[in-house]
Protein backbone atom coordinates (compact mmCIF):
# COMPACT_ATOMS: atom_id res chain seq x y z
CA UNK A 1 0.00 0.00 0.00
CA UNK A 2 1.15 3.20 -0.66
CA UNK A 3 0.81 6.37 1.14
CA UNK A 4 -0.15 9.62 -0.32
CA UNK A 5 2.48 11.99 1.43
CA UNK A 6 0.95 15.03 -0.17
CA UNK A 7 -1.45 14.72 2.19
CA UNK A 8 -0.24 14.34 5.55
CA UNK A 9 -2.26 16.97 7.36
CA UNK A 10 -5.25 15.01 7.28
CA UNK A 11 -3.87 11.67 8.35
CA UNK A 12 -2.65 13.34 11.50
CA UNK A 13 -6.22 15.22 11.89
CA UNK A 14 -8.02 11.55 11.23
CA UNK A 15 -5.67 9.65 13.89
CA UNK A 16 -6.51 12.66 16.24
CA UNK A 17 -9.86 11.98 15.27
CA UNK A 18 -10.44 8.46 16.07
CA UNK A 19 -8.08 8.47 19.36
CA UNK A 20 -10.60 11.22 20.83
CA UNK A 21 -13.86 8.62 19.73
CA UNK A 22 -12.28 6.00 21.58
CA UNK A 23 -11.34 7.94 24.42
CA UNK A 24 -15.04 9.08 24.98
CA UNK A 25 -16.46 5.86 24.33
CA UNK A 26 -14.26 4.55 26.84
CA UNK A 27 -15.03 6.67 29.51
CA UNK A 28 -18.56 6.82 28.64
CA UNK A 29 -19.82 5.06 32.26
CA UNK A 30 -17.21 6.70 34.08
CA UNK A 31 -17.96 9.00 36.72
CA UNK A 32 -18.18 12.83 36.52
CA UNK A 33 -16.11 15.28 37.69
CA UNK A 34 -16.95 18.76 39.38
CA UNK A 35 -14.96 21.56 39.04
CA UNK A 36 -14.89 24.65 40.85
CA UNK A 37 -16.96 25.31 44.16
CA UNK A 38 -20.82 24.07 44.12
CA UNK A 39 -23.78 25.19 46.49
CA UNK A 40 -26.78 23.45 47.15
CA UNK A 41 -30.18 24.99 45.94
CA UNK A 42 -32.34 25.90 48.90
CA UNK A 43 -35.82 28.16 47.66
CA UNK A 44 -38.07 28.61 50.71
CA UNK A 45 -41.73 26.79 50.03
CA UNK A 46 -43.90 29.30 48.72
CA UNK A 47 -46.94 28.02 50.41
CA UNK A 48 -45.12 27.94 53.37
CA UNK A 49 -43.69 30.96 52.92
CA UNK A 50 -47.41 32.23 52.70
CA UNK A 51 -48.74 31.11 55.62
CA UNK A 52 -46.16 32.46 57.53
CA UNK A 53 -46.71 35.63 56.92
CA UNK A 54 -50.71 34.90 57.13
CA UNK A 55 -49.59 33.61 60.65
CA UNK A 56 -47.44 36.93 61.65
CA UNK A 57 -49.77 39.43 60.26
CA UNK A 58 -51.65 41.47 63.10
CA UNK A 59 -54.81 40.12 64.44
CA UNK A 60 -57.25 43.08 62.99
CA UNK A 61 -60.63 42.47 65.27
CA UNK A 62 -58.11 42.38 68.43
CA UNK A 63 -56.97 45.63 67.56
CA UNK A 64 -60.34 47.65 65.93
CA UNK A 65 -63.10 45.60 67.38
CA UNK A 66 -65.02 43.44 65.01
CA UNK A 67 -65.61 45.01 61.32
CA UNK A 68 -69.07 45.75 61.65
CA UNK A 69 -68.43 48.53 64.14
CA UNK A 70 -65.48 49.92 61.56
CA UNK A 71 -66.85 52.90 59.86
CA UNK A 72 -64.88 51.95 56.66
CA UNK A 73 -67.59 49.23 56.59
CA UNK A 74 -70.42 51.10 57.23
CA UNK A 75 -73.09 50.98 54.40
CA UNK A 76 -75.13 53.71 53.14
CA UNK A 77 -79.09 53.10 54.47
CA UNK A 78 -81.54 52.64 51.80
CA UNK A 79 -85.46 52.52 52.74
CA UNK A 80 -87.39 49.65 50.86
CA UNK A 81 -89.12 50.95 47.42
CA UNK A 82 -93.19 51.16 47.94
CA UNK A 83 -93.64 50.78 44.01
CA UNK A 84 -91.83 49.85 40.84
CA UNK A 85 -90.43 52.86 39.33
CA UNK A 86 -88.36 53.79 36.29
CA UNK A 87 -86.62 57.44 36.51
CA UNK A 88 -83.60 59.10 34.94
CA UNK A 89 -80.49 60.96 36.19
CA UNK A 90 -78.07 63.30 34.44
CA UNK A 91 -75.35 63.16 36.33
CA UNK A 92 -73.85 66.36 36.01
CA UNK A 93 -70.98 67.31 38.37
CA UNK A 94 -69.84 70.69 39.06
CA UNK A 95 -65.76 71.88 39.66
CA UNK A 96 -64.65 72.50 43.19
CA UNK A 97 -61.72 74.35 42.43
CA UNK A 98 -59.80 75.47 39.82
CA UNK A 99 -57.92 72.76 37.23
CA UNK A 100 -54.89 74.46 35.86
CA UNK A 101 -52.39 72.35 33.71
CA UNK A 102 -48.88 72.00 34.51
CA UNK A 103 -47.88 75.85 32.99
CA UNK A 104 -50.51 77.41 35.29
CA UNK A 105 -52.97 78.22 32.56
CA UNK A 106 -56.64 77.22 33.70
CA UNK A 107 -58.19 74.15 32.19
CA UNK A 108 -61.48 75.01 33.96
CA UNK A 109 -62.85 76.97 36.38
CA UNK A 110 -64.06 76.56 39.98
CA UNK A 111 -67.93 75.99 39.15
CA UNK A 112 -67.60 74.83 35.57
CA UNK A 113 -70.17 71.94 35.42
CA UNK A 114 -70.15 68.78 32.68
CA UNK A 115 -71.54 65.64 32.13
CA UNK A 116 -69.18 62.83 32.96
CA UNK A 117 -70.52 60.53 30.91
CA UNK A 118 -69.72 62.63 27.78
CA UNK A 119 -66.25 61.62 28.39
CA UNK A 120 -66.74 57.77 29.86
CA UNK A 121 -69.22 54.86 29.39
CA UNK A 122 -70.03 52.78 32.07
CA UNK A 123 -70.06 48.61 31.13
CA UNK A 124 -71.48 47.44 34.37
CA UNK A 125 -74.30 47.97 35.89
CA UNK A 126 -75.19 48.65 39.79
CA UNK A 127 -77.12 46.35 41.76
CA UNK A 128 -78.04 47.80 44.99
CA UNK A 129 -79.85 45.96 48.04
CA UNK A 130 -79.99 45.40 51.39
CA UNK A 131 -78.75 41.73 52.18
CA UNK A 132 -82.39 39.95 52.76
CA UNK A 133 -82.58 40.79 48.86
CA UNK A 134 -78.92 39.25 48.31
CA UNK A 135 -80.35 35.80 46.42
CA UNK A 136 -82.73 38.56 44.26
CA UNK A 137 -79.83 40.08 43.08
CA UNK A 138 -77.17 37.30 42.60
CA UNK A 139 -79.77 36.06 39.73
CA UNK A 140 -80.22 39.26 38.10
CA UNK A 141 -76.36 40.70 38.19
CA UNK A 142 -74.32 40.28 35.11
CA UNK A 143 -70.88 38.55 35.41
CA UNK A 144 -69.54 42.11 35.52
CA UNK A 145 -72.00 44.23 37.30
CA UNK A 146 -71.31 45.25 40.83
CA UNK A 147 -73.83 44.23 43.71
CA UNK A 148 -73.87 47.23 46.52
CA UNK A 149 -75.30 46.00 50.02
CA UNK A 150 -77.39 48.46 52.12
CA UNK A 151 -75.97 46.95 55.24
CA UNK A 152 -74.46 43.75 56.13
CA UNK A 153 -70.45 42.70 56.38
CA UNK A 154 -69.83 42.11 52.33
CA UNK A 155 -66.08 40.85 53.10
CA UNK A 156 -68.22 37.66 55.01
CA UNK A 157 -71.34 37.69 52.17
CA UNK A 158 -68.62 37.59 49.59
CA UNK A 159 -66.70 34.78 50.80
CA UNK A 160 -70.23 32.84 51.28
CA UNK A 161 -71.53 33.55 47.93
CA UNK A 162 -68.32 33.45 46.08
CA UNK A 163 -69.20 36.79 44.53
CA UNK A 164 -67.28 40.26 45.23
CA UNK A 165 -69.78 42.54 47.15
CA UNK A 166 -69.17 45.89 48.08
CA UNK A 167 -71.18 48.10 50.58
CA UNK A 168 -72.93 51.30 49.48
CA UNK A 169 -70.98 54.47 50.23
CA UNK A 170 -72.40 57.78 51.12
CA UNK A 171 -71.21 59.79 48.59
CA UNK A 172 -72.06 57.08 46.16
CA UNK A 173 -75.74 57.70 47.45
CA UNK A 174 -75.62 61.22 47.26
CA UNK A 175 -74.07 61.15 44.04
CA UNK A 176 -76.91 59.04 42.19
CA UNK A 177 -79.36 60.27 44.23
CA UNK A 178 -80.71 56.87 45.92
CA UNK A 179 -83.59 56.91 47.99
CA UNK A 180 -84.82 53.32 47.92
CA UNK A 181 -83.59 49.61 47.67
CA UNK A 182 -83.43 47.61 45.42
CA UNK A 183 -82.43 49.36 42.70
CA UNK A 184 -80.19 48.71 39.21
CA UNK A 185 -78.19 51.90 37.72
CA UNK A 186 -77.34 51.46 33.86
CA UNK A 187 -75.98 53.92 31.71
CA UNK A 188 -78.36 54.61 28.36
CA UNK A 189 -76.42 57.13 26.22
CA UNK A 190 -75.53 60.14 28.25
CA UNK A 191 -77.94 59.60 31.29
CA UNK A 192 -78.55 56.97 33.65
CA UNK A 193 -81.60 54.74 34.51
CA UNK A 194 -82.45 53.80 37.90
CA UNK A 195 -84.85 50.98 37.54
CA UNK A 196 -86.73 50.68 41.05
CA UNK A 197 -88.24 47.31 42.47
CA UNK A 198 -90.98 46.93 45.16
CA UNK A 199 -91.23 44.07 47.59
CA UNK A 200 -92.30 41.11 47.61
CA UNK A 201 -89.43 40.82 44.87
CA UNK A 202 -88.27 37.20 43.94
CA UNK A 203 -85.90 35.31 41.36
CA UNK A 204 -87.87 35.75 37.72
CA UNK A 205 -89.85 38.55 38.93
CA UNK A 206 -89.03 42.88 38.03
CA UNK A 207 -90.50 45.38 37.03
CA UNK A 208 -87.77 46.06 34.11
CA UNK A 209 -86.37 43.32 31.96
Known amino acids: MTVDQSRPHFTRHALIGALMLGLSATRADAATSTIGRTWSIAEPDAMA ?15 FGPRSSWSAMRAAALVPARA ?28 F ?24 ALSKARFTDFILLTAGDAIDLSEKTGRPLFILEER ?8 V ?25 SARP
Open 49 to 63: EIEARVASAPDMAAQ
Open 84 to 111: NRVRTLVPFYTVEEDIRLPDGRLLYPKG
Open 113 to 136: TFNPLDYVSLPQRLVIVHPRDLGW
Open 172 to 179: VKERLGLT
Open 181 to 205: APVIVAQEGKKLVLTEYAPPISIGR
